[in-house]
């Protein structure tokens, strides 16, 4: 057990829908990443916050935002979903999140868009 | 371009057969390489991180080394349980920020 809480494990929805996934951080880290995993594109970083503020981003399309809340947990909304966005979403932890240091990663939430 | 190649795409080793798996990497300033392995239906969990060129870290049956432009993981006598799919990492900056790169992975199959 990573420590790294992510609800729901699974979500069905439809197309043009919006879903929010929803991840607590181990405890004590301050950092959180979340990355998206399809069988075409591999694990792709999304975006990282770090104690409530948002410190780098990555292939994170326009539809999707996410936020860290003063508790450390965080969200990431996804909205007018497409076909194509059906993956594996993996929330991450870490310390500090300054790099070189290892991230836990929790179980994922598995979205399908029908 | 930032890049992270991984081979072979998938194994297939019989128990005690011995292997090494390769992430062949280009990047501009590397900050650290990291190993992952990933069992199906959970998150990726870490191994190993090596930072400089001919550093060696090793941990039960797997060993992973780096040099200027790959990092091998060796994987010694390996058990039916050794099977996940390996994910190596680099680490780079964008900007003021430090984020992981994933490779495609390695996914290891052992045969008892």
């Known amino acids: 057990d990573s420590g790294v809480t992510q609800t729901p494990k699974h979500l069905i929805t439809a197309t043009g829908q919006r879903v929010t996934l929803r991840c607590s951080p181990r405890s004590g880290d301050l950092s959180v990443y979340w990355y998206q995993q399809s069988l075409d594109q591999g694990l792709q970083f999304l975006i990282q916050?770090?104690?409530?503020?948002?410190?780098a981003k990555g292939n994170i399309l326009e539809r999707f935002s996410a936020q860290q809340f003063p508790d450390l947990h965080s969200e990431l909304n996804l909205s007018s979903l497409e076909l194509g966005d059906s993956a594996l979403y993996f929330c991450a932890s870490s310390t500090t999140g300054t790099g070189g240091e290892k991230l836990f990663f929790g179980s994922g939430t598995q979205l399908s868009v029908l | 371009e930032d890049q992270v190649t991984q081979s072979p795409e998938a194994l297939r080793l019989q128990e005690g057969e011995s292997s090494s798996l390769n992430c062949s990497y280009t990047?501009?300033?590397?900050?650290?390489l990291f190993w992952y392995r990933q069992d199906p239906g959970k998150g990726p969990e870490f191994l190993f991180t090596l930072y400089s060129a001919g550093e060696e870290k090793e941990k039960e049956r797997l060993k992973a080394t780096l040099t200027k432009k790959e990092s091998f993981l060796h994987i010694t006598a390996p058990k039916p349980e050794d099977s996940a799919t390996y994910l190596c990492?680099?680490?780079?900056?964008?900007?003021?920020?430090?984020?992981?790169?994933f490779g495609s992975g390695t996914q290891l199959t052992v045969l008892p």
């Open positions: 916050y770090y104690n409530g503020e948002e410190r």
């Open positions: 990047v501009s300033g590397l900050r650290g």
């Open positions: 990492a680099v680490q780079i900056t964008r900007g003021s920020a430090r984020q992981l790169t």
